[in-house]
């Protein structure tokens, strides 16, 4: 295998946040890179997890490089996500339902009308959203103070999220359980990458053709001391 083919194959077979370290020797790179991941993978074996993980090579590799993903690419996106954000937190204040609807993941990706079902949530609760968004203060300083990240879980069909708080702290209601959560209203975005692009979706191992645009994209607006723990779920 030459340099040249060394190269096709690693940019066939890998993303590029993996290629970051490469240098200019793409044998060694392939070489030092295909000996990590048949030790992982054997390590990976040994080990008991519940849902069980896949055995094969390519299904090991796949569960681990969406993990990759979401460190390396979404989570340092963070200014992409305050614009998210802030974006469709305006339009909700606003009552513009179709830039919230446009690109929002509260559909599986293969319901029927997709999009006709989230416009029919979003104009049903329309008035509560709008009262919700219109707290958030777009000048706020420091805007978003937190922001909670939740890593991919692919056996359960999850992507990647992230919750930001936004809005005034309110008091948990009387009678409300001890172990509901959160205290503030919160944005809550999923993560759609080349790796696993929908929820409930395939988890790719490899690129593949064409690549699927990645970005963080709206899924719901949370109101205080609605939520419990996944585990209770």
């Known amino acids: 295998m030459t340099q040249a083919d060394a190269e ?13 370290d490469v240098g200019t020797d793409w044998l060694a790179f392939v070489k030092n890179k295909e000996a990590k991941e048949k030790a992982q993978a054997d390590e990976e074996r040994k080990q008991e997890s519940f849902p069980p993980r896949p055995t094969d090579d390519v299904g090991l590799r796949a569960v681990r490089v969406v993990q990759e993903e979401f460190t390396q690419v979404a989570k340092p ?23 919230v609807a446009a690109d929002c993941t509260m559909y599986d990706a293969t319901a029927k009308d997709r999009l006709e079902l989230t416009r029919a949530y979003l104009k049903e609760n ?53 172990d509901r959560f959160p205290e503030t209203h919160q944005i809550e975005l999923w993560w759609s990458g080349e790796v696993m692009p929908e929820a ?17 994209r709206f899924y719901q607006v949370i109101t205080p001391w609605s939520q419990r723990p996944l585990y209770l779920q």
């Not at 096709?8 to 970051?20: G, T």
């Not at 008035?127 to 692919?154: N, R, V």
């Not at 409930?200 to 990645?214: H, Q």
């Open 77 to 99: 996106r963070e200014d992409e996500i305050r614009a998210l954000a802030k974006t469709i937190l305006e339009a909700l204040a606003k009552g513009d339902l179709e830039t």
């Open 126 to 178: 329309k008035a509560k959203l709008q009262k919700a968004a219109k707290l958030f203060k777009p000048d706020a300083s420091g805007f978003p103070i937190t922001m909670f990240f939740e890593p991919p879980s692919p056996e359960r069909g999850m992507t990647g999220q992230v919750r930001i708080a936004f809005g005034p702290k309110v008091p948990a209601p009387k009678g409300t359980p001890s």
């Open 200 to 216: 409930n979706g395939p988890v790719n191992a490899s690129p593949t053709s064409p690549r699927p645009k990645s970005r963080w």
């Open 8 to 20: 096709k194959y690693a940019r066939a077979k890998y993303f590029e946040f993996e290629l970051k």
